[in-house]
């Protein structure tokens, strides 16, 4: 007998996960807008709370709706399955709650998006789980920064605001020789550009709310696993998925689940006591934006290098970070791990510095001045004073967002109307400058 | 009888088995409600198959309804498929039984639990015309060919736009 089909990506994206619906037929997904589900009996109900049988009992935990996506981005990102949560940041609370104690350590990249640098140098420390950021760039820096208490060390794959590449397959070797699993947080790539796990990533996250909705219309998060991390090697160092977990009867998830242990204990512990499950509507509006996922980023990454070049050749700009330009320090990686394009979101500095950052945003017509990326409308920000305004200088400066640091997220519009719109922005802002100055 | 690959089995073929199986002989069955083999027993149950346990240290007893045996031969009626909840090392002697049973007992099919797996085992099963299938459950392979695993956002596998038949009683 010859081999099970393997589907190709962009059949995937259409159809995993999502069968005609058997009841009624109907093709596309349903909206399963409800909190819970009928048991067929006694018996049956305490087979799904005892979790001895697939099955919905309550929204908080599983929702059909909303497992069609997690199915999806399980197979989208090669990993074994998914738990989708109600924002990004939700889903790396749920992920670093699944192993993390007081007392833990983890170590992340300094260059990631400014709200998960505050979320894990802040908010995390009330609980006591403490980070060292590091510069990943060197793998050796991360391996000095290993202590016994370490739990994971976490990067992006395309790090925001932009044009940094991190070298997963090394990351992915410190940490399998520490026994510890590799994090990324694959938002900025999506998985038509990138595959962490297919590099020795076991965890990838993403804020849906991005490329993979894509239209800018619903928050969400997912975590991915890659169902190969061994929880078990390490005796009780992660005990939460190692040892018999009280609240269900002294049942321990890894040896009970195998390679399902992660998604079932992040489902039925994580969501049933965080709560920040997904909706079942954001789940519907996700789907559909991964419909279209590989036409739309081939389209954000051709117009992403066309803008980058027209900007290098400004002279109003002091530098451009995108990994697809050539002359960038990351171009190799970029070929490496994102052969297909560098995604869309980047940076660039301007040679007026804070000033000129701040007037530019306001200069543009075509650009939305917001907070976000991964939309189909290209995006402007100006980080220093916006998503990174909680940072010190320097934390700032090592995040790549430092005061002359603009930050695009290119959308599907007609290139040169993007450009011409910066031309256009650039010389009105060196104008403004210049009255100002005199 | 074409030869397997136990890597990667064909939908078809796990399908298949599953379909044609009545009666599961479960070596290493346990009595306790949160061991591996007791969450698989009682899913398979609902699902129509009945399972025997095989566990010398519950011969006699019940588990989950069904008495249970301390040896594939002791089981007095046939069964179909031979489950091995076993360590691998275990798994080749109770394989060679299952062979020499294999016509009293009317056994067709002898799967081995993730996790487990002999290759010359199972080639000796196959040898005397026995399916085989090592290193996968049958719940979560019931599952997941029956859109059950899915529920708990696992990537199934199976892609299709088939609407799926659903017997209504
Ligand atoms: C790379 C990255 N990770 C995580 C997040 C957080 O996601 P959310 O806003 O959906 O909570 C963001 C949001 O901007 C992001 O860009």
């Known amino acids: ?438 | 009888m074409q030869k397997m690959n136990h890597d990667s089995y064909p939908n078809a073929y796990i399908l298949d088995i599953l379909k044609s199986v009545q009666v599961i002989a479960m070596v290493g069955a346990s009595a306790k409600w949160n061991r591996p083999s007791y969450f698989a027993m009682k899913y398979l149950q609902e699902k129509g198959y009945r399972v025997i346990p095989v566990n010398p240290g519950q011969a006699g007893k019940e588990i989950l309804g069904e008495r249970a045996y301390a040896s594939l031969a002791e089981i007095p009626v046939p069964f179909q498929m031979v489950d091995i909840f076993r360590a691998s090392e275990a798994a080749g002697g109770i394989v060679d039984e299952a062979i020499a049973l294999k016509d009293e007992k009317q056994i067709q099919v002898v799967w081995m639990q993730l996790g487990v797996r002999d290759d010359a085992a199972a080639e000796r099963a196959e040898a005397a015309g026995l399916k085989v299938v090592m290193n996968r459950c049958p719940k979560i392979e019931f599952g997941r060919l029956n859109a059950e695993l899915a529920w708990g956002g696992f990537d199934t596998r199976v892609i299709t736009a088939r609407r799926r038949q659903v017997r209504l009683t």
């Open chain 1, 1 to 438: 007998m010859s081999k099970e089909r393997t589907y190709g990506f962009e059949t995937r994206m259409i159809h995993a996960g999502a069968q005609p619906e058997p009841l009624t037929g109907a093709r596309q997904t349903p909206i399963f807008q409800n909190t819970s589900y009928a048991f067929h009996d006694a018996d049956h109900a305490a087979s799904l709370f005892n979790l001895q049988t697939f099955g919905f009992i309550y929204s908080r935990l599983t929702n059909p709706t909303v497992a069609v996506l997690e199915e999806r981005l399980a197979s989208l990102e090669s990993g074994r399955g998914s738990t989708c949560t109600a924002s990004g940041h939700a889903a790396q609370l749920l992920t670093f709650f699944a192993f993390m104690e007081p007392g833990d350590h983890f170590i992340a990249s300094t260059r990631l998006y400014g709200g998960s640098i505050t979320q894990f140098g802040k908010t995390f420390r009330k609980f006591d789980w403490n980070v060292t950021f590091v510069d990943v760039d060197e793998p050796e820096a991360v391996r000095r920064a290993l202590t016994p208490r370490t739990k994971a060390i976490f990067v992006e794959s395309l790090a925001n605001p932009g044009g940094v590449i991190s070298d997963m397959e090394a990351l992915a070797a410190v940490g399998r020789e520490a026994g510890i699993p590799l994090i990324v947080d694959n938002t900025l790539a999506s998985p038509w550009l990138c595959r962490p796990i297919e590099w020795g990533a076991d965890l990838v996250l993403h804020s849906t709310t991005k490329f993979l909705s894509g239209n800018g219309t619903a928050m969400g998060g997912a975590v991915i696993d890659s169902g190969r991390f061994d929880w078990t090697a390490a005796g009780e160092r992660f005990r939460g998925l190692s040892e018999p977990e009280p609240a269900y009867h002294g049942l321990a998830f890894h040896e009970t689940f195998g390679d399902l242990a992660f998604t079932t204990h992040a489902h039925a512990v994580g969501l049933r006591d965080l709560g920040a499950t997904m909706a079942p509507l954001h789940a519907f509006l996700t789907l559909l934006g991964t419909e279209t996922l590989a036409l739309r980023m081939q389209r954000h990454c051709e117009n992403a290098m066309k803008v980058a070049r027209f900007l290098a050749a400004h002279e109003e700009v002091a530098w451009v970070s995108y990994a697809g330009l050539p002359e960038s320090p990351y171009h190799a990686l970029a070929q490496k791990y994102l052969p297909r394009g560098a995604g869309s979101v980047f940076t660039f500095g301007l040679k007026g510095g804070y000033a000129a950052g701040v007037r530019l945003v306001e200069k543009v017509n075509l650009f939305s001045h917001l907070a976000n990326v991964g939309d189909s409308r290209s995006l402007i920000l100006h980080p220093a004073s916006t998503t990174h305004r909680q940072l010190s200088a320097e934390q700032r400066e090592a995040a790549g967002a430092g005061d002359d640091v603009v930050r695009l997220s290119i959308g599907l519009e007609t290139a040169e109307d993007l450009i011409d719109d910066l031309q256009m922005a650039l010389e009105r802002t060196a104008v403004a400058l210049r009255q100002g100055a005199s």
